[in-house]
Each structure stands twice: as C-alpha cells, then as structure tokens.
C-alpha cells in the first residue's frame, strides 16, 4: 500500500472532527498528491462526480492493537459492539472510508488538488485511493442502520460571541459552528463545568456546554 | 495490511463478475475469516445492518503497473478516463471496494461466516475490513454519477433450455441468470457468432447473445 496524497485540513488533533464524514458540509478540506501521483489524466472525468471515496490510514492508530469490541460515543461510551459492527478506528487494519463532496480540482504548483467538503480526517492524513461515488449503486434505499438507527442525532445550539467570532477567519465560521453543533464531546459527558478545548484553522477553541448550549469562550 | 478473511464465492475467474456490488441480488456469497479473526465479539451488533462495506483487493492485479487512465467497458471501451474517476481494478493500490447485502452470520467450525448477497468478487478475494452501511451518512441523495448517469444500463433476455437448467444446482439458477441479465460481454462486442463461456459454481456455461437475447448453449 503506497500513499498516493494526503489529507490538508483544520484539524491538528483529533478532538472535533464530525463523528462520519458529510455531517459538516461547511468543512472544506484538500486532497495534496504526492509528488509521483500528480498525474492530472488520472483524474479526467472525475469532476463529472458530485461525490467521491476516499480511502485512508487512521495513521495516529497505526501499530496499536485492535481490540475486538469498542465502545461508540454515540451509545455512551459503556456498551460494547463489535469492532466490524462500527466505524472505529482500531481496527486490526486501521483503513477509513469517508465519502466527501468534491468542490473542485484546482490546478497548481502542487499538481491537481481536490478540494473537497464534508471530510472527517485529520491534516497530514495518508490517503490510498479515490473512487468516484455511483449513485446507481452506492445509494442503498432499503439499507437498516444498526444501532445508529436508535440513537438520537444530538446537536446543540452554537453561541460564539461577536469579539470571538472575529478572531477566525470569515471563511472558516460556517464550518467551525457546523463541528461545534455537532458537539464534539463524549455522549457520556455532561458537565457543564467542564471546559473543552481543541485546535482549528491554526486557532485554539474553548467552550462548554450547559442545557444543550454550547458557548465559546476563548479564541486564540 | 492483514488479510482479515477471504471471499468464497461462485467465481473462479473474472469473466462474469458483476461490474458493480449490488447489481445481482440473486448472487450469494461468503466471507470466511482468517483462523486469527475468528472471533464471535468482534462482529457483535452487525447483525442489525443490512449491508455491509467490504474492502478488498484485488489480487490478480496484485504487482501489475498502474495506468493513469482505463478505457471502461461500459463506455464501449476506447474512451479513456482517469483511474481514479472509475472503480477499475488497474489502481495505484489495488484495493476494491463494495457494498454488499448481510444476509446471516452462520456459527460453525469456520467460526462466523458473513452470509452475503449481491457481491462482485473472485472466489480467494482477500478482504482488509468490513464496516457497517450507514444509511444516515452513506446515502447521498444529491450525488450525480458522472459517465455512468448518461450510460444506458443494458440488459439482455436470458433463455436457459430446461435440459441445461437442470445441470445447475437449483439454488444458483437465479444467480446464474442475473448474472446473464447484466450481459457479461465488453460492451464493444456485439458479434452473434462469438461464444463466451465462464465458469460460475463449479460449472462451465456457454453463451451467445444476438439480438439482444442471450442463449446458453451449454452447461458441463
């Protein structure tokens, strides 16, 4: 398996990163080859495609060993499902699978770049292959979700106070309010005394969450 | 990257093979897990998914040059198109990916056995992971698919003779005729006189297709 691009996104740390890619659309992100790979006919044809697979290492996971039940944060951190059973990333081959709106390919000194929307990797993230998504076959009407078909979808309310807010960048704050109403903290913490904090776009974000309010108090 | 399992399916060769996942219901298949992954509790709570991801790869093509573009049969292959903007095996990393219908975990001396229907791999196909459909993310109900939007899906008539009929098993003659039904041709041959044959679950069949009506002529 060779790395044919990798991930360029606001993400440094894992914290914050939507649970299963297209949560955020507002997330923009770029798919950099790698110098032997940018070869702009291998993608002729690929901006046709509203959608596209991407297929990756869990690189901060690589090494680690699989365990074979997780515990998903969306059933509150305590109930054990099979590593199969999920999306988790240990996995006995740490590969992720996320499905991303392609805005563009821009043509540059970096050879073709995609630039995609939606995305759920970190930066620097190894990617092995693309495959256009095939709506004729990849869209499954009659697919049954598992557990995810019983948990509720739980977001929250996003207040970023306007001294805050100026501190990103314009271009970013649509994205950054899509994670946030996300809520990136474990479904098994409640406490609105914690305080939270992550890395995005270079910035540092602190908030907490109280009666399903989550508040930014620091940008930086 | 470990071989988690292999594929156990009706093919021998690639002749046949669906061109996509999902396209044969009527094909069943099996994912047998290595002695190592045969472990009950890794795939707890799968039950409750209708389909599955399953990545794979493609080892006939193991070790072959990858080539910037591929010529798709279902574009009468001498159109040229990036590879990454196809779901051809001649990848950078030969990696495949495909949804398939779980249709049963079996328990026996193999340990538990994936039960799967509609599935486009070769008998041996090595598989890397298996994760659950997620409807909530993997649906994309906006996505547009490129070539294969404008494509016309082309179907034959499938005629078995009732003494041909009875040579293969009962359980696979549906199989066997959705598999005709996708006309297994490359889209650029249309010659009435050419005889085709495979081999599909331990039996050789031969086939013509004229004017839209595939025949078998032999089963053995």
Not at 30 to 59: D, M, Q, T
Not at 141 to 149: K, V
Not at 173 to 189: K, M, S
Not at 214 to 219: C, G, N, P, S, W
Request: hydrophobic share 35%; charged share 30%; with cysteine.
């Amino acid at each position: 398996m060779e790395i044919i691009a990798r991930i360029r996104s606001d993400f440094s740390g894992k914290f914050g990163i939507p649970r299963q890619s297209g949560l955020v659309e507002a997330l923009g992100a770029e798919i950099v080859f790698e110098p032997e790979y940018r070869v702009e006919e291998a993608l002729r044809g690929l901006e046709e495609y509203s959608h596209i697979w991407v297929i990756w290492g869990f690189h901060e996971n690589a090494g680690k060993e699989w365990s074979p039940t997780v515990r998903p944060p969306r059933l509150g951190g305590n109930t054990r499902i099979g590593v199969f059973a999920t999306r988790s990333p240990y996995r006995p081959n740490p590969i992720g699978l996320s499905c991303v709106r392609l805005l563009e390919i821009r043509h540059g000194a970096e050879g073709p770049v995609l630039c995609i929307a939606g995305g759920d990797m970190m930066d620097g993230t190894p990617v092995y292959d693309i495959k256009p998504y095939l709506p004729y076959v990849d869209i499954r009407p009659d697919a049954t979700g598992g557990f995810t078909d019983r948990t509720v979808k739980r977001t929250v309310a996003v207040e970023i106070p306007a001294i805050l807010r100026e501190r990103m960048p314009a271009e970013k704050i649509d994205a950054l309010e899509g994670i946030l109403r996300e809520d990136p903290r474990p479904a098994y913490q409640d406490d609105p005394d914690r305080e939270y904090a992550f890395e995005f776009g270079g910035k540092r974000i602190r908030f907490h969450v109280e009666n399903s309010v989550l508040k930014v108090t620091e940008i930086y």
